[in-house]
């Protein structure tokens, strides 16, 4: 499953990886990214993710209000930031953004670039 194989990682990332390159040109900058990718998990409902566009060749994020619907025809998600109130009520009552930042300080980066690479083939 996406959602945990991305998890338990240090949450630091090279400029080197491919993932981050891609994010680079299709954002301006990694941080623009993140700021965007933020955002998103703020103003969802269900679900934010980073997703890859064969169309388009590009990366975007996008959001899900409810889990069978948001999806993105031809799409191939990368990282999943699961908002609904279940994932982080618990823990972080309602600060959405204290888990927001959680998690994307948990990222594994070096499985979403394998991830991205085996797009390639």
């Not at 623009?32 to 169309?55: H, N, Q, R, T, Y």
């Not at 990282?79 to 888990?99: C, M, Q, S, W």
């Not at 300080?105 to 070096?110: A, H, L, Q, R």
């Amino acid at each position: 499953e996406i959602y945990w194989d991305m998890l338990g990682g240090d949450g630091k990332v090279s400029d080197k990886l491919h993932i981050v390159k891609q994010l680079v040109k299709d954002f301006g900058s990694f941080e623009k990214w993140k700021e965007d990718f933020i955002a998103c998990g703020k103003i969802a409902l269900g679900w934010a993710v980073l997703a890859f566009d064969p169309s388009d060749g590009k990366l975007h994020n996008y959001t899900g209000d409810s889990h069978n619907q948001g999806g993105v025809w031809g799409c191939i998600p990368l990282i999943t930031l699961d908002v609904f109130e279940h994932a982080y009520y618990f823990d972080n009552g309602p600060d959405r953004a204290k888990y927001i930042n959680a998690y994307i300080d948990n990222i594994k980066w070096d499985n979403i670039e394998k991830r991205f690479k085996n797009l390639a083939k």
